[in-house]
T-cell receptor, first 115, second 110 residues
Framework: DTAVSQTPKYLVTQMGNDKSIKCEQN?????MYWYKQDSKKFLKIMFS???????INETVPNRFSPKSPDKAHLNLHINSLELGDSAVYFC??????????????FGNGTRLTVT | AQRVTQPEKLLSVFKGAPVELKCNYS??????LFWYVQYSRQRLQLLLR??SRESIKGFTADLNKGETSFHLKKPFAQEEDSAMYYC????????????FGQGTILTVHP
């Protein structure tokens, strides 16, 4: 199935723990993103990578570290989780960074709950 | 700074009624605007983009630079239009970055 897939779908963990969310796309896209959807449903970009190179880092705490082993994968590692990290995290990809001609393809999201 | 505002969190209409989902933006340059939609149990996906002047599933959206708006319209709503709709803006140096609005949940009643 051609898509952006992210795992896990749900993640419940305690404060202080370290966790990772994985994302893979088989669309042959060059650019991948992480977006965070908060409790008010705002979608905000966190990071974007183009051909494994970090392009956008939107003032995200250092506890969040994206890693792109190849252009088909963009994982998100979060250290020392805090209650405020609870959100839905969406991975997305696009053909390239031309946002107009390369629409975003989203994953299904990972709902992270920090207790 | 760029910002997108969708003033209505929830919008309910009856089948066959016209629907308009409002979107206003703040951006000093020449904006690129999009509507994304998320149907129940489906991924967020692109619905339409302003410069294409396209009509997708009966929806249209016109960019009004004077009013800094990009409202989404459909003359006759269908039940299958029920979904979450996001307005999004891309511009200038934020190449590759979309700024999303808060989203509007549209419910079309039979």
């Amino acid at each position: 199935d051609t898509a952006v897939s992210q795992t896990p779908k749900y993640l419940v963990t305690q404060m202080g723990n370290d966790k990772s969310i994985k994302c893979e796309q088989n669309l042959g896209h060059d650019t991948m993103y992480w977006y965070k959807q908060d409790s008010k449903k705002f979608l905000k970009i966190m990071f974007s990578y183009n051909n494994k190179e970090l392009i956008i880092n939107e003032t995200v705490p250092n506890r969040f570290s994206p890693k792109s082993p190849d252009k088909a994968h963009l994982n998100l590692h979060i250290n020392s989780l805090e209650l405020g990290d609870s959100a839905v995290y969406f991975c997305a990809s696009s053909q390239d960074m031309d946002s107009y001609n390369s629409p975003l393809h989203f994953g299904n999201g990972t709902r992270l709950t920090v207790t | 700074a760029q910002r997108v505002t969708q003033p209505e969190k929830l919008l309910s209409v009856f089948k066959g009624a016209p629907v308009e989902l409002k979107c206003n933006y703040s951006y000093s340059g020449s904006p690129e605007l999009f509507w994304y939609v998320q149907y129940s149990r489906q991924r967020l996906q692109l619905l339409l983009r302003h410069i294409s002047r396209e009509s997708i599933k009966g929806f249209t959206a016109d960019l009004n630079k004077g009013e800094t708006s990009f409202h989404l319209k459909k003359p006759f709503a269908q039940e299958e239009d029920s979904a979450m709709y996001y307005c999004a803006l891309a511009g200038g140096t934020s190449y590759g970055k979309l700024t999303f609005g808060q989203g509007t949940i549209l419910t079309v009643h039979p």
